[in-house]
Each structure stands twice: as C-alpha cells, then as structure tokens.
C-alpha cells in the first residue's frame, strides 16, 4: 500500500516560515518526480513545485520563486519544502503527490493545512 504522510503545516505570520516535509512508503520512491500541490478554499488546486527523480532539477511557480526551496532525500524516501517570507495568498491545504503537474500523479498525500496570517 502506498502512503505519502506529510508533516510540518501550521499557523505563522506572514513573514514567516515553515517547513513542509512528506515521506513516502510502498512505492520505488526514485521511480517518481515529486511535487508539492495546493489548494485555496473556493481555488482550484495549482502544482506549486516539482522535482525530478534524481533532484537534479526543480520547478517552481512563479508565486513562490525565490521564497520556496524543494529538496529530497531518495535514501530516506522523504521530500521537503521550505517556505520562507510566507505570505496571506499562501494560505492551502498543501498536497505532497508522487508526479507534478504536467506529469500524470500517480499517489497523493492527505494534505497539510498553512495558515498565513497578516
């Protein structure tokens, strides 16, 4: 069974930082470009990062370039996001995926609420 288990959401001022972290389980966690996805309320649900299998290249939205920073671990199946300068508009429900998107996401994680207040 596959699991992707997020951790590391919470409440912080805008200005702030958090980080994100999801560790994977059941799956040839190197097979997968990883992702992190979110979702406003009343928002469709936008790719925010993606990076390649061998974490050799990373994409970034244009809303976060500069502020998020995505790293992985293959030999501990584990992918983090590190937000910083975290802004109101960055208030989701953050989804780790295995797959990005434009590549077709094959598991999903629970997701993991961010709260920014100003």
């Known amino acids: 069974q596959v699991q992707l288990v997020e951790s590391g959401g919470g409440s912080v001022q805008a200005g702030g930082s958090l980080r994100l972290s999801c560790t994977a389980s059941?799956?040839?966690?190197?097979?997968?470009?990883m992702g992190w996805f979110r979702q406003a309320p009343g928002k469709e649900r936008e790719g925010v990062v993606c990076?390649?299998?061998?974490?050799?290249?990373?994409y970034y939205a244009d809303s976060v370039k500069g502020r998020f920073t995505f790293s992985r671990d293959n030999a501990k199946n584990t992918i983090w996001l590190q937000m910083n300068s975290l802004k109101p508009e960055d208030t989701a429900m953050y989804y780790c995926?295995?797959?990005?998107?434009?590549?077709?996401?094959?598991?999903w994680g629970q997701g993991t609420q961010v709260t920014v207040s100003s």
């Open positions: 995926a295995a797959g990005c998107e434009r590549i077709p996401v094959d598991y």
């Open positions: 990076i390649t299998w061998s974490g050799g290249s990373t």
């Open positions: 059941g799956l040839t966690f190197d097979d997968y470009a």
